[in-house]
């Protein structure tokens, strides 16, 4: 019996230049099953993307979705400061009900634990009424930023955990970790893997952490992180998202190219990890 062949999906970070309209037909150009759709910039200077009900762009969205075939399964971007940003995530639930996105994903600045917990707990509950888990994103550089410690967000809020290649390495979850057991024992709570690559050492500080985050990670394949053994952590259903922004990349390439770039790489990486899979079991 073969192995359902595990779902992959291009990440607006990877483009986070382009609009949904485009990165659905850009993705289904390049051969991905999904995308993930900012709903909601980060920075003041990302370009906002209206996907609210009844918008232009959410039309045109749903319009390329049904002519490719390529669905939206996850949406971001909230970080959880501590202050009340409830308005923020029920527009963004329903941003995300609208596209059939199954999860929000969050990342914590917040120091207080306990109010974080509650934050979590109330948009768990929220998303209910929209189809929608939230999903805690452990980033290197923020509050939350080990898999022990979204592991126990994840268990006293209901929610879910998304894993990043990279802050996996950053923060040194990587086989043979303490950290590495933790996130194989806990693998029901990951309903999504982020793919990248990039070099082993970490960048010296903050400012180093945040600039290679944000904008210039490496093709998986192409560094020094173990992506087949990561991939190997989890079923064939857990689907992967390749999330890989290189503006000096993309400005080469240009959009279309550097999505078959990375479609091709995380192809490369999933043939590694179950070729790895079949020599264990011989």
């Known amino acids: 019996m073969t192995a359902p062949r595990r779902q992959l999906g291009l990440a607006q970070l990877s483009l986070l230049n382009t609009a949904p309209p485009q990165l659905v037909a850009i993705a289904a150009e390049a051969g991905f099953d999904f995308i993930g759709a900012r709903v909601r910039p980060v920075t003041p200077g990302e370009r906002p993307y209206d996907l609210q009900p009844g918008s232009p762009m959410l039309r045109e969205t749903l319009a390329r979705m049904a002519d490719t075939g390529v669905t939206v399964r996850d949406i971001e971007f909230l970080l959880l ?9 029920l527009a963004m ?8 996105a199954a999860s929000l994903t969050v990342a914590a600045s917040d120091p207080d634990p306990a109010r974080l917990a509650d934050t979590l707990a109330r948009m768990t509950e929220d998303g209910r009424n929209h189809g929608i888990v939230p999903t805690l994103e452990p980033i290197s550089y923020q509050t939350v930023n080990s898999v022990p ?4 967000l994840a268990r006293t809020s209901g929610c879910n955990i998304v894993v990043d290649a990279l802050h996996l390495n950053r923060f040194g979850a990587v086989p043979g970790s303490a950290q590495w057991a933790d996130l194989s024992a806990n693998r029901g709570l990951v309903p999504m893997l982020q793919l990248c690559d990039g070099p082993a050492p970490r960048p010296a500080d ?7 985050s944000r904008s ?4 998986p ?3 020094g992180f173990d992506l087949a053994a990561l991939v190997n952590v989890f079923p064939a259903d857990v689907p992967v998202s390749v999330e890989v922004p290189s503006d ?3 400005a080469r390439l240009g959009e279309p190219g550097w999505a078959r770039t990375l479609k091709a790489a995380a192809d490369a990486v999933l043939q590694e990890a179950d070729n790895l899979l079949k020599a264990g079991t011989k």
């Open 248 to 250: 000096s990349t993309v």
């Open 93 to 100: 639930m329903a941003a995300g009900q609208a596209l059939g």
């Open 206 to 212: 903050r400012a180093g952490l945040v600039a290679e």
């Open 149 to 152: 410690a979204a592991v126990a």
């Open 81 to 89: 400061d501590g202050t009340d940003q409830r308005d923020a995530w």
């Open 216 to 219: 210039e990670r490496g093709v």
């Open 221 to 223: 394949g192409e560094g």
